[in-house]
């Protein structure tokens, strides 16, 4: 019997108002990390810059519907539906096991417990 979980997004636990889904911790991946961002139109102002430059981690961004711009060392990349772009939300570091973050974890601290703050 085939090993496999299928889960739909609106079974995922949601944190950060609902634009955050736990996609990894839903399937039960233990080995990277996988997570969904429903991300509102103009959605920069909510999701922060930051980079992984001191982990060495590596993430794929696909964009499932819609358009998304990203800003990379100052160049801005656009990506339309059913494109993808590896970034310096699969995220690991190459060679080295695994560890998730706490708030991937169902049940988890959510870091923006107030959604108010998002708007």
């Known amino acids: 019997m085939a090993d496999y979980t299928v889960k739909r997004f609106d079974e995922m636990e949601p944190i950060l108002g609902g634009i955050f889904l ?10 990277f990390g996988m997570q969904i961002l429903q991300m509102p139109p103009n959605g920069g102002d909510f999701y922060p810059n930051h980079d992984h430059a001191d982990t060495g981690s590596e993430e794929v ?4 519907g819609g358009e998304a711009d990203f800003e990379l060392e100052g160049e801005r ?8 772009i590896r970034i310096l939300v699969l995220s690991g570091v190459p060679g080295a096991a695994y560890s998730a973050p706490a708030f991937t974890e169902l049940g988890g601290p959510d870091p923006v417990p107030d959604p108010a703050r998002l708007a």
């Open 22 to 31: 736990r996609a990894r911790a839903a399937l039960g991946v233990t080995s």
């Open 61 to 64: 961004y696909v964009v499932l």
């Open 77 to 84: 990349v656009h990506l339309g539906p059913e494109a993808a």
